[in-house]
């Protein structure tokens, strides 16, 4: 593919994607932030602020693409367990990330979405993610799921509940009470870091996700990286129990 702005590496290696062998849903675990400022005598913040820079690059190339939804892990249920300064400044990067891209994701037709639960955010986070999503909401070129406050077991559990309450125990009446039921599941999930596990990620929707694990520290992957990744994809062959 011919993939406008692209240079150099990850142009020459873009000619060999096939549109038609593209996933419709990626979704990536944004991980090795802190190490990444770590190596580098910085303050692990420092690195989550070079993250956001990526999670820039991979929206806008995910797009380009004509990649459908891209899901990206930014806080887990699990993270309430960093220190506190740490967790302020997550917080913190996320409403400036809001502020700083929503206009580029309204000009873009890039939807946002979220997942996870948003009634354990500081108060004004909330209503500032209900504002992006509202003012992104009529995007149809890509939906971005930001993943915050988010686990798969909570999420499991909640399915579950709302199952229960409408007393249908199928699959599809499982799916319905997911957080997106109208997202697809993933068909490619990339962790970056080196780390080869999925840390309570979409535990439900991956039953048949193709995994892609690499070494490369978020803050580092960058478009020839997601190229790498997207090529690997394509030369799997996806069976789904068939012969
Ligand atoms: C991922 O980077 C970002 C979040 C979990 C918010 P980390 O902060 O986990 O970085 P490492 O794994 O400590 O290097
Ligand atoms: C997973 O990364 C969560 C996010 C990327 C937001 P972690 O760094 O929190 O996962 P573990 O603790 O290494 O499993
Ligand atoms: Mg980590």
Not at 36 to 64: D, F, I, N, Q, Y
Not at 151 to 172: P, T
Not at 190 to 213: P, V
């Amino acid at each position: 593919m011919e993939i406008e702005g692209l240079k150099g590496k990850a142009a020459e290696l873009a000619k060999e994607l096939r549109k038609e062998k593209l996933p419709k849903h990626v979704a990536v675990i944004m991980d090795g932030n802190g190490r990444w400022a770590k190596k580098r005598g910085l303050p692990r913040v420092k690195g989550h602020e070079r993250g956001a820079k990526t999670l820039r690059k991979v929206v806008e190339l995910s797009a380009k693409l004509g990649i459908k939804y891209l899901t990206a892990f930014a806080f887990s249920k699990e993270n309430w367990k960093r220190p506190r300064e740490e967790i302020d400044f997550l917080m913190g990067l996320l409403r400036r990330y809001l502020k700083n891209e929503v206009p580029t994701l309204e000009k873009n037709g890039i939807k946002l979405e979220v997942a996870g639960d948003l009634e354990e955010l500081p108060g004004d986070l909330q209503e500032k993610i209900k504002g992006a999503v509202e003012r992104t909401s009529s995007g149809e070129r890509l939906e971005l799921i930001l993943a915050i406050n988010y686990g798969g077991r909570a999420e499991i559990l909640r399915a579950a509940k709302g199952m229960a309450r409408e007393g249908n125990f199928s699959q599809e009446a499982f799916r319905r009470h997911l957080y997106l039921p109208h997202v697809p599941d993933p068909d490619l999930l990339i962790r970056t870091s080196g780390e080869i596990r999925i840390s309570n990620f979409l535990l439900w929707q991956i039953a048949y996700t193709e995994l892609y694990f690499t070494p490369v520290l978020w803050p580092d992957f960058n478009e020839r990286e997601y190229i790498k990744a997207l090529l690997d994809y394509q030369r799997r062959e996806r069976r789904f129990g068939r012969v």
